[in-house]
């Protein structure tokens, strides 16, 4: 069993930044992968980022590459996301969730077990 608990959103004018972490609770957070999703208002959760359970390996969706990077600390149970350059269409309920991949990491977020209450992020132009 794995607990998150998101923190680091809020209100932050366009271009700029913001960073979020996830802490996790349990002693098996180091062999979980590690990702974020975000969910706008009628929109479908989306994948933001994913690192694997070393942090050696990092995922991201094309059209975020670039302005976001995912991070993890494993002896402080916790994973991050930095957020540049933020425009308005980032707003959204920030995600963290905790999954299991023999092989290639997945976006979808059907693959993630455990997740977090999500931390709202709000990017004003």
């Known amino acids: 069993q794995v607990q998150l608990v998101e923190s680091g959103g809020g209100l932050v004018q366009a271009g700029g930044s913001l960073r979020l972490s996830c802490a996790a609770s349990?002693?098996?957070?180091?062999?979980?992968?590690m990702a974020w999703f975000r969910q706008a208002p009628g929109k479908e959760r989306e994948f933001v980022a994913a690192?694997?359970?070393?942090?050696?390996?990092?995922y991201y969706p094309d059209s975020l590459k670039g302005r976001f990077t995912i991070s993890r600390d494993n002896a402080k149970n916790t994973v991050y996301l930095q957020m540049n350059s933020l425009k308005p269409e980032d707003t959204a309920v920030y995600y963290c969730?905790?999954?299991?991949?023999?092989?290639?990491?997945?976006?979808?977020?059907?693959?993630?077990?455990?997740w977090g209450q999500g931390t709202q992020v709000t990017v004003s132009s």
């Open positions: 969730a905790a999954g299991r991949f023999l092989g290639t990491v997945g976006g979808n977020p059907s693959q993630y077990h455990y």
């Open positions: 349990g002693r098996t957070f180091s062999t979980y992968t």
């Open positions: 690192v694997n359970w070393s942090g050696g390996n990092t």
